[in-house]
């Protein structure tokens, strides 16, 4: 099967191309002229130069391709309507190209659990929620979601929004709790348990091509189609933190900082990014999240209408991604 994946030079883009390429598909990667591609072009991925910005080279990537998963998009801004060129024009104009090919191919579009928003107390966010963004990046996305249901009618889509991904190679969420624990103080932004659903990446690739191959497509309205894609538990802060220190063999204090900390450290990233140019990961945007109590998903109805069954629990999905084992 010829499959195009935009962001593949992205930690979960790259993970789910090495995974296509062990299938045996034939892999085609949206590039920008300053990616990094020397390990798509290892796997022997086609490298094709464009951006989500120019719809005649998505038109142009998208031709003869069977099938599209779009991971590309921005996960950091210096302002809150930077996100939208890239993950809600940007995912506009791939559906159209998508619409507008000889032989439409089907989409899938990798959002996030920050469309869907937090979930209330004691209950997992589910597809039939209503959305509800706290972020200027999960408005985005779900810009991007609404963007693809404009052109329901004409492209075969569906919608995967997964929780955190982790991984080996990735440079966010393990990095940085592998960070703390070496430091021995693992911090969390405001008082009381946080509780998080996560998904390691390898699941999530499974889960991806099985929404592809099984998945429904979505429509102009209702959540038929959207599908969340999770190992299947929820796990509060401090168990992640326990799994990672055993792992590790390190001890670590956990520590809760005040959210006016939080907020100065957060003044305190975005006026660099105000001098530099460049874009945080830690913003007030970002600390919308973080402040919230509970990022939870159920993945019932990818385990009943498309089978998935995820490999890795934490533990086992955290020592995999610790290069533990």
Request: charged share 25%.
């Amino acid at each position: 099967m010829r499959i195009l994946v935009t962001g593949a030079t992205g930690f979960i883009g790259a993970a789910l191309a090495r995974w296509l390429c062990r299938r045996g598909d034939a892999v085609r990667a949206l590039v920008r002229a300053t990616s990094h591609t020397a390990p798509l072009q290892a796997l022997g991925v086609e490298l094709f130069p464009g951006d989500l910005a120019d719809g005649d080279r998505l038109r142009a990537a998208v031709e003869g391709c069977e099938l599209v998963f779009h991971l590309a998009g921005a996960v950091k801004a210096l302002r809150a309507r930077d996100f939208f060129p890239a993950n809600a024009d940007g995912t506009r104009r791939l559906a159209e190209a998508c619409a507008r090919a000889s032989r439409p191919p089907r989409l899938i579009y990798v959002s996030s659990l920050a469309a869907a928003g937090p979930a209330g107390p004691g209950r997992p966010r589910r597809e039939e929620d209503d959305p509800g963004p706290v972020s200027a990046y999960g408005l985005s996305k779900l810009a991007g979601e609404q963007a693809l249901r404009a052109l329901a009618d004409r492209v075969e889509a569906s919608i995967v929004r997964p929780p955190v991904v982790y991984g080996p190679g990735d440079r966010e969420f393990v990095s940085r709790l592998e960070g703390m624990v070496r430091r021995r103080v693992v911090l969390q932004a405001g008082l009381g348990e946080r509780r998080y659903s996560l998904v390691h990446v390898e699941d999530l690739c499974q889960g991806l091509l099985a929404v592809a191959v099984r998945g429904r497509r979505v429509g102009p309205g209702g959540s038929e189609g959207i599908y969340f894609l999770d190992d299947g538990e929820e796990h509060t802060w401090t168990e992640i933190a326990r799994d990672a220190c055993a792992i590790l063999g390190r001890r670590a204090t956990n520590l809760s900082v005040p959210i006016f900390l939080a907020v100065a450290a957060a003044a305190g990233a975005a006026l660099g990014s105000a001098l530099t140019r460049r874009p945080s990961i830690l913003s007030f945007d970002k600390l919308r999240e973080l402040r919230q109590a509970a990022w939870t998903c159920s993945s019932e109805r990818a385990r009943r209408e498309l089978g998935y069954l995820p490999a890795f629990p934490l533990e086992a999905g955290l020592r995999n991604a610790l290069g533990a084992g």
